[in-house]
């Protein structure tokens, strides 16, 4: 099949839905039932991601989480690269991966912040816009030990870093967009952090109230 005889919408369309399926396998969850822990979902922030699954205690699991969680964002859109798909259809298919982390079809929509899925989605994008935003979130990380702090920093920076290096175009939109969900889906940790109840990474922490 020829993708360049197809309709540029359509083949958006088709490009996002795939990846949104893709984006939609919930590695916290899935690696932590192959470890036989407990679900990410009802422990610490309830949030099924590398993060929370750190606060079990089992860092392999975490480091999985996080690695299965960047890839299922950097490969949808670099195989929409290779495949030679312009700039818009590569740019659904980077949105799709991270919207399915956020609202994954099956795991009943209760999915992640985003912040493993979105880097790679940015590394995709191109490698060194990538790299930029990992160092911003590296270095606030390392400095305050605090993960949202440094996830909200990079969400920042990123549509900065890109819009500076690469310049305006379809991709900038989809990093402000990303962006902008990842801060929204931090609202509770940003009340956490202004309130200095937020935990810091690496700290076990006690099932949600009622659970």
Same mark, same amino acid.
Do not use: C
């Given at each position: ?16 839905? =795939? ?15 192959? !470890?036989? #822990? ?9 949030? $099924? ?15 999985? %989480? @996080? @690695? ?6 950097? !490969? ?21 991966? +991270? ?5 994954? =079809?099956? +795991? ?20 060194? @816009? ?13 400095? *305050? ?13 990123? $549509? ?7 310049? *305006?175009?379809?991709? %900038? ?7 902008? #969900? ?24 006690? $099932?949600?109230?009622?659970?």
């Amino acid at each position: 099949m020829n993708l360049s005889s197809l309709d540029p919408k359509l083949l958006a369309a088709i490009g996002a839905v =795939v990846a949104y399926l893709i984006g939609s396998l919930s590695f916290a969850v899935i690696v932590s039932r192959l !470890f036989g #822990l407990a679900d990410p979902r009802s422990y610490g922030s309830g949030n $099924p991601g590398a993060t929370n699954v750190l606060r079990s205690g089992n860092k392999a699991a975490a480091i999985l %989480t @996080l @690695l299965f969680d960047a890839l299922k964002g950097y !490969f949808p859109v670099v195989i929409a690269q290779h495949l030679g798909l312009d700039t818009v259809t590569i740019t659904a298919v980077g949105l799709g991966a +991270f919207i399915g982390h956020l609202w994954p =079809v099956f +795991f009943k929509f209760e999915g992640g912040k985003g912040v493993a899925t979105a880097a790679g989605v940015l590394l995709g994008f191109a490698p060194a @816009l990538g790299g930029l935003v990992l160092l911003v979130w590296l270095g606030m990380a390392v400095v *305050f030990r605090y993960s949202s702090l440094a996830a909200l920093t990079a969400s920042i920076a990123a $549509p900065i870093i890109q819009l500076q290096g690469w310049g *305006f175009s379809a991709m %900038t939109v989809g990093v402000i967009v990303m962006s902008a #969900l990842l801060i929204w889906r931090h609202e509770a940790n940003i009340r956490k952090l202004l309130a200095g109840q937020e935990s810091k990474l690496g700290q076990k922490a006690a $099932p949600p109230a009622g659970q």
